[in-house]
């Protein structure tokens, strides 16, 4: 077993600036929520390079931008966590990188984040056991992780989201709240994710070409063997200009292809999600944070040049998930805050339990939209919840390690329904996966509301997280005054928070 194999792009043909962030509105989405103030994120990667000027110093608190770091490749002893391939310090780079090359901007995602450097990755970029990745997700935890980000996949034929390596991921999720950010593949478009990227409650994330136009071909596709839809989202994952691992020596940064590189954008999202979440009184349940940037996620093309679809049944685009990461609009779409059942504004996001119904016509879950929704305009819902997993714990008792195992509880299933004037207009209703999605074209006005129903009442709720959103997107000479906007808006809110900012000398070639 390896990890994903990374495309190196010769380093002359790095981009100015940091494209892939600036691509996502990651500055922007930074601007509103924050740079990532006091969440940690474990790196369960190739080793990190934390002399690196882009990952090394302290936070705006003072604190070690390291928290802690171990090396779990038994057949490496003498490594203490270092990177000799580079995988790893470009992963970090994404999520956490801060400063400049010449006089070009290099923040990653959540610059002012801390990291958990656990290296699992060998000298080679792979592992030959996944217990090396359990003890590095172990590790990750016990240093207090509030994401962890698992770049990495097992070659296998199995895509159920059965093995132990998934359901230790859906474990964390569910019962830690920590959520697991997980690079796709980079098998091609015909093969489905494997391990981790399988596991129900991972962000699988698959990658878009170079030109961000399209997912790229490399990029795994679903449906799953047992029918479910991965990736849950793309974003830039082609030639992207990150950390370089071997600086001074080399280059400081350099350019990075594969899935391996998406997932850590999602991770750098969710950091900022989490820290206004924290300082606004908000959840930060790993299902409202997923819910909230699938939903925000823009529709782009498969990788033929054909547009995003969806069925019924299958309610993710089959390469796209709910599309490219847009980070703006996962921040508004989670500013906007918790709603429960009832009259709700058109944007906002809802946690709530459901303890089953029959029919969904009499279903109690109802949310009905308070503004009229324009013609030409989308009204967008995705429903999330988890699959549930028991810990089967052995000595040592209070840590997982390799000599435990995981079980799956039979998922319950959620549908998603859309009504006009008490009309049903609109469904996703698959019973495989444990997410829905709607992405309905608004033809006429009328009454709109969204229900969730339990089909099947097992005498079980189940809690879950619904994000909908009816408001046009913006046109782009709009843009402009969003993104001044939310910089006046974070010099309000921010008030007069240091901010330690890198400037190295040394220029992109």
Do not use: C
């Not at 290099?106 to 080679?124: I, K, Q």
């Not at 490399?218 to 691992?245: E, L």
């Not at 698959?430 to 229900?451: E, I, K, W």
């Amino acid at each position: 077993m390896v990890a994903m194999a990374v495309i190196v792009a010769p380093v002359g043909s790095v981009h100015a600036d940091a494209p892939a962030i600036a691509f996502d509105g990651g500055g922007l989405s930074r601007a509103l929520l924050g740079p990532g103030t006091g969440v940690i994120v474990g790196l369960v990667d190739g080793g990190v390079n934390s002399a690196h000027p882009l990952l090394a110093g302290t936070d705006s608190l003072g604190r070690p931008r390291m928290v802690a770091q171990a090396n779990f490749v038994t057949s490496e002893p003498s490594n203490s966590g270092a990177d000799v391939f580079g995988h790893g310090t470009a992963v970090a780079g994404i999520v956490l990188g801060r400063g400049f090359v010449g006089s070009d901007n290099f923040d990653g995602m959540a610059p002012d984040a801390r990291y958990v450097n656990a290296r699992v990755l060998d000298s080679t970029n792979g592992f030959s056991s996944t217990l090396q990745v359990t003890n590095g997700v172990q590790f990750a935890l016990a240093k207090h992780s509030d994401i962890v980000n698992l770049s990495l996949a097992v070659f296998s034929a199995q895509s159920d989201g059965l093995s132990q390596l998934d359901l230790l991921v859906d474990y964390i999720t569910d019962s830690r709240g920590v959520l697991v950010t997980v690079a796709g593949g980079n098998n091609g478009n015909s093969q489905a994710s494997h391990s981790p990227g399988a596991a129900r409650n991972a962000l699988t994330m698959g990658a878009l070409t170079a030109d961000y136009s399209r997912v790229a071909t490399f990029s795994d596709g679903g449906p799953t063997s047992d029918g479910r839809m991965k990736p849950n989202m793309v974003a830039p994952a082609s030639a992207v200009s990150t950390a370089n691992f071997n600086y001074p020596t080399g280059p400081l940064v350099s350019n990075r292809t594969g899935t391996s590189f998406a997932a850590p954008q999602a991770a750098g999202l969710a950091a900022q999600m989490i820290e206004y979440g924290r300082e606004h009184g908000l959840s930060t349940d790993t299902r409202v944070l997923r819910a909230a940037m699938m939903n925000a996620a823009d529709k782009t093309l498969d990788s033929d040049g054909s547009g995003w679809s969806n069925t019924q049944q299958f309610p993710l685009d089959n390469q796209q998930g709910t599309g490219r990461l847009e980070a703006l609009g996962a921040a508004h779409q989670y500013m906007a805050g918790q709603f429960g059942p009832g009259a709700v504004p058109n944007v906002a996001w809802a946690l709530h339990s459901i303890a089953g119904s029959v029919t969904p016509a009499t279903t109690t879950e109802l949310f009905s939209l308070t503004q009229a929704s324009a013609v030409g305009t989308f009204i967008d819902a995705t429903l999330v919840w988890n699959q549930h997993v028991a810990w089967n714990d052995f000595f040592p008792i209070g840590v997982i390690d390799p000599g435990d195992f995981f079980t799956a509880a039979a998922h319950n299933e959620l549908d998603l329904y859309l009504y006009r004037d008490d009309v049903l207009i609109a469904a996703s209703t698959s019973s495989a996966d444990t997410v829905q999605h709607l992405h309905y074209l608004v033809t006429q006005t009328g009454n709109y509301n969204l229900r969730v129903a339990q089909p099947f009442d097992n005498g079980f709720s189940e809690t879950y997280s619904l994000a909908w959103n009816s408001v046009p997107v913006p046109e782009p000479g709009t843009i402009g005054l969003l993104m001044a906007g939310a910089v006046a808006l974070a010099g309000l809110r921010r008030g007069g928070r240091a901010r330690l900012r890198s400037r190295l000398a040394t220029s992109a070639r």
